[in-house]
């Protein structure tokens, strides 16, 4: 079974600080790599997505994320936060069935 | 565009009533589109998967007579919680699969929160 896992819970940092969120996933064939935020009491947006080509993705607010196969892996990046950064994340990898599978999400509070 | 709506925002109903939930692609055609439910602090669970024109399938654990869905056009599906008891409650997200270049993506909708008392 596909599965995804992020390792971080809750992160605590403070305006500038730089992110990264880390992101595994264990499926052996083609990915699609998703990574989406859900600000207070809003839906799903989506940040950024991988599907082939270059490795290291650029998504909007300033968000990258770098896969690198060999590790399973598609980490987030933001060099630097903002307040309004402070949300849920979710990273996620599209199955063969076109359904998603979610990690379980890490909480950014960004501290003024 | 890729815009998915949903219907209510959030309803608070009595226990044992039955309450409809409404997913819209406003801009394109879903011939697929999936519902999430998601509990306070935590990820997004599918539930059923909802093919335009036929029946929906669902995922391991999820009782589809308690969860209806019906997906009766290129535009709209239903989810419909019949008999609703307080462990009902939850927020309930509607994605549809795009179109196109974006067949390999999901857009997403506000989401309904819905409460059983």
């Known amino acids: 079974a596909q599965s995804v896992s992020q390792h971080n819970h809750h992160v605590i940092l403070s305006e500038a600080a730089s992110l990264e969120l880390g992101c595994n996933y264990s499926y052996g064939g083609t990915v699609n790599l998703f990574w989406y935020v859900q600000y207070p009491g809003q839906h799903l947006q989506l940040l950024l997505k991988y599907f082939s080509g270059d490795p290291l993705v650029k998504g909007i607010k300033g968000f990258e994320a770098e896969f690198i196969k060999s590790k399973f892996s598609f980490n987030l990046r933001k060099p630097s936060v903002q307040w309004s950064d402070t949300a849920e994340y979710f990273c996620a990898v599209k199955r063969h069935d076109y359904k998603l599978s979610f990690g379980a999400g890490t909480t950014v509070t960004v501290r003024a | 565009g890729a815009v998915v709506s949903q219907h209510p925002s959030w309803v608070i109903c009595k226990s044992g009533t039955s309450v409809k939930i409404e997913c819209r692609s406003l801009?394109?055609?879903?011939?697929?589109m999936f519902w999430y439910r998601q509990f306070p602090k935590q990820s997004l669970m599918l539930m059923a998967t909802?093919?335009?024109?036929?029946?929906?399938?669902?995922e391991q654990g999820v009782e589809k007579d308690k969860f209806l869905i019906n997906h009766a056009s290129l535009t709209l599906s239903t989810l419909t919680v019949t008999s609703a008891h307080p462990e009902d409650s939850s927020f309930y997200i509607c994605?549809?699969?795009?179109?196109?270049?974006?067949?390999?993506?999901?857009?997403f909708g506000p989401g309904t929160r819905l409460t059983v008392l």
């Open positions: 994605s549809a699969r795009g179109s196109g270049t974006s067949y390999n993506e999901q857009f």
């Open positions: 801009d394109f055609q879903a011939t697929t």
């Open positions: 909802s093919n335009e024109g036929s029946k929906a399938t669902y």
